[in-house]
């Protein structure tokens, strides 16, 4: 049986596809499938369950089972690896479909030319066709209602030896200790978009959805500064982590520095997406024969390297004027 009163989904799970859960991290892992059974069991076929998988909450459910995938990946061993590359590939998939999204927008918002628009409709649509051929491949439910990678993924880890709630715990939060040192070492250029300013947003990211996808392993405590700017951002802020499991130790997060995080990945978000966006506009125009020049005059400075540049700096010096990371890595430290 599964530890703790929330695990109802991933209990029916469990059941449905007749495995056991023996350990904490076998049941984070199915918290995070059974989100993503459920999208596949979507009515409309490989159609729907397309549509469902690109919705929010079972992208991010992707994400956490990718995260859990980077944190047990020792201890799941060499069996583990080809199915860790099938979820990322996954969502790499369900990620371009959204990329022309913020493109989109900002097209119609700027009144860039309406054949950029539909060139940029085009490829999105291409997008969306290249995720449903993946699912209709390797994830539709057969005819028992089951998916034959969710269950191949479900019976490597029922085969997995992962460790003991005490065990789990230092494995965690020597992973967490390791990650941000390994960020606070690294110098990211902020004139490059994809392993500058992507690189450290995506690295940030990855720090806060392992945390969500712990199932209440981690915890957002008090805050370690005070004052009326720290209670502001951390009302912006709160705590997106699940409640503690019942009789689980915890490791806690200050709110203060969970905030910071949050903050630091939304602002960074909005500059890489309007580079990105930048990026698609100016290759839709060259396919559709639009002048590139139009894109300058819609978009002004947003999305330029001078803007990103600009921009982005700030924000990574800000994170280092806090001492986030450091203090992130003492925090699982202690």
Known sequence: ALMGAQASPAQALADKYGVSVSSPGQRR???AIATLDAALTRPGGAKGATTALVDHDA?????HLEALFKVYGDALGPAAEPLAAQVKGLEDLIGATTTFSHALKLAKDRGAPPEVSQRLRELQSAAMD??????AAHWLPGKDGKSPAVATLLSTLNQAELPGEKKDRKLVAKWFTHQAEKIGRTDYAMDRLGDGVHALRRKLRWLVVTMESLDGLVQVGPARTKGAATEALVKKYPSTLA?????????????????????AIADIGEI????????LLESAARDSGASPDAIDVALGPAGSQADMTARATVVRDGLRAQGTVAQLAAAFGD
């Open 272 to 279: 890489k997406d309007d580079a990105e966006a930048r990026e």
């Open 243 to 263: 409640p503690a499991q019942a009789g689980e130790k915890t490791l806690e997060v200050p709110a203060d520095v969970f905030a910071q995080l949050q903050a």
């Open 59 to 63: 992208r991010r459910d992707i994400f």
């Open 29 to 31: 892992f199915l918290a």
């Open 130 to 135: 290249a995720v449903e051929a993946e699912v």
